[in-house]
């Protein structure tokens, strides 16, 4: 029970942004007095938060205000995408100190590895932080995962990767604690974390990355499914007419609505004046930049793949939201700022006629707040969810 309290006070202080008096924490939190003051001592004893001055509100003495330390306590954040690795290191309030990015050198998982210890180490020693000062690390990874082992299963982008250990090689490899989540879910969890929205809302986050995913945010708090791996949604259809698909169908997310998709549509529509044709990662990345530039500069082939994309999105978007209820939709990832403009022009209007509860509430369309590193910023965030986040489940007895 005390770490619980504990939790609330220092989340709610977090939240605050300028700080609160003992006072204020009170009528907030509603704990007693007694339990205020003791537990702020604590947490200014341990340098969580500091006195920062007094301020008048009413009658009676100043009230001294408390505010968060940014700088007690970091975490590492590190986004496994098959096209680039991701390293950023947070303070306490959720602020990026620092940001490496590197190239995926392979599939092969030990070099993989390899370059994320190393790139936390850069990223450590670039931030003259002190390493006991960091809770530990984060991975947002691609599913479908292993929660309890820890392991990556056989992730459609990362060939080779059969139940790959990587919370335990990357701990090994590094000396800290390591939290291993899927990319979409700690996207999510970024989204909490960072946003302004309230702290009991409900979105879906579509991620839009080297391939598409979804997280679902309810009264707060990430779904994550019974084997955490919710928002495994590439086999959803959304063109019964579209390509065929690995699976048997047609017209699945994986093959309509990734990068690597669009891009081929791009090559088919005829919006490449050369006829090369690549699936790699680089060269796919490559086109998707080059089709999403010459959209946002008007060109008619180039907005038509654009937008066509953006409706196939839309009925999957629309799919979700029917079922989950959901106050808003966010979306984000790697990709997402290429596509913003266009996306969010065509979007919200899209949904709003496919939407169920359209009689009732407009659903709103919006863009992260993060920005492309949500990945690894949310995985980073995860870190810092589980140290100050007050959790009613953590009250449970266990057998």
């Known amino acids: 029970m005390g770490d619980f309290n504990q939790s609330v006070i220092l989340e709610t202080i977090r939240r605050s942004g300028e700080g609160l008096s003992r006072i204020e924490l009170v009528d907030t939190t509603g704990l007693s007095a007694q339990t205020v003051t003791n537990i702020t001592r604590r947490l200014l004893d341990d340098g969580f938060i500091a006195e920062a001055g007094r301020t008048i509100n009413g009658p009676g003495k100043p009230r001294i205000t408390l505010r968060l330390v940014a700088e007690s306590r970091f975490s590492i954040g590190v986004h496994l995408d098959p096209a680039v690795i991701t390293c950023v290191l947070l303070d306490l309030a959720g602020t990026v100190v620092r940001r490496?990015?590197?190239?995926?050198?392979?599939?092969?998982?030990?070099?993989?590895?390899?370059?994320?210890?190393?790139?936390?180490?850069e990223l450590i020693e670039d931030a003259g932080v002190d390493r006991r000062l960091i809770e530990g690390v984060g991975v947002a990874a691609p599913g479908?995962?292993?929660?309890?082992?820890?392991?990556?299963?056989?992730?459609?982008?990362?060939?080779?990767?059969?139940?790959?250990?990587?919370?335990?090689?990357?701990?090994?490899?590094?000396?800290?604690?390591?939290?291993?989540e899927k990319d979409t879910t700690a996207a999510a969890v970024g989204e909490l974390w960072t946003g302004q929205g309230p702290a009991d809302e409900s979105f879906l986050f579509i991620y839009l990355g080297t391939g598409i995913g979804a997280a679902l945010v309810r009264n707060g708090d990430p779904v994550?499914?019974?084997?955490?791996?919710?928002?495994?949604?590439?086999?959803?259809?959304?063109?019964?007419?579209?390509?065929?698909?690995?699976?048997?169908?047609?017209?699945?997310?994986?093959?309509?609505?990734?990068?690597?998709?669009?891009?081929?549509?791009?090559?088919?529509?005829?919006?490449?004046?050369?006829?090369?044709?690549?699936?790699?990662?680089?060269?796919?990345?490559?086109?998707?930049?080059?089709?999403?530039?010459?959209?946002?500069?008007?060109?008619?082939?180039?907005?038509?793949?654009?937008?066509?994309?953006?409706?196939?999105?839309?009925?999957?978007?629309?799919?979700?939201?029917?079922?989950?209820?959901?106050?808003?939709?966010?979306?984000?990832?790697?990709?997402?700022?290429?596509?913003?403009?266009?996306?969010?022009?065509?979007?919200?209007?899209?949904?709003?006629?496919?939407s169920a509860t359209r009689a009732l509430h407009t659903l709103p369309v919006d863009g992260t707040v993060v920005g492309d590193d949500v990945g690894a910023v949310g995985a980073a965030c995860v870190v810092l969810d589980s140290v100050l986040t007050p959790r009613a489940s953590d009250l449970y007895l266990e057998d």
């Open 100 to 121: 490496r990015a590197v190239r995926t050198p392979s599939s092969d998982p030990h070099r993989i590895v390899d370059t994320m210890a190393q790139t936390i180490a």
């Open 224 to 354: 994550r499914g019974r084997s955490r791996n919710f928002g495994e949604i590439g086999h959803i259809i959304v063109d019964a007419d579209g390509p065929r698909c690995l699976c048997g169908s047609r017209g699945c997310v994986e093959v309509v609505c990734t990068p690597q998709a669009i891009v081929e549509q791009a090559e088919r529509a005829g919006v490449f004046r050369d006829d090369r044709e690549g699936s790699d990662v680089e060269s796919v990345e490559e086109r998707f930049t080059q089709l999403c530039e010459r959209a946002s500069a008007g060109e008619a082939p180039a907005v038509d793949v654009v937008r066509r994309a953006a409706a196939n999105l839309t009925i999957l978007i629309a799919a979700l939201t029917n079922v989950a209820d959901v106050d808003r939709v966010v979306l984000g990832g790697p990709f997402w700022s290429r596509l913003e403009v266009i996306y969010l022009q065509e979007i919200p209007g899209l949904l709003d006629a496919r």
């Open 144 to 180: 479908p995962l292993d929660a309890e082992k820890g392991t990556v299963i056989d992730p459609p982008k990362l060939h080779g990767w059969h139940r790959v250990p990587l919370r335990s090689a990357l701990a090994e490899a590094t000396g800290f604690d390591v939290t291993l």
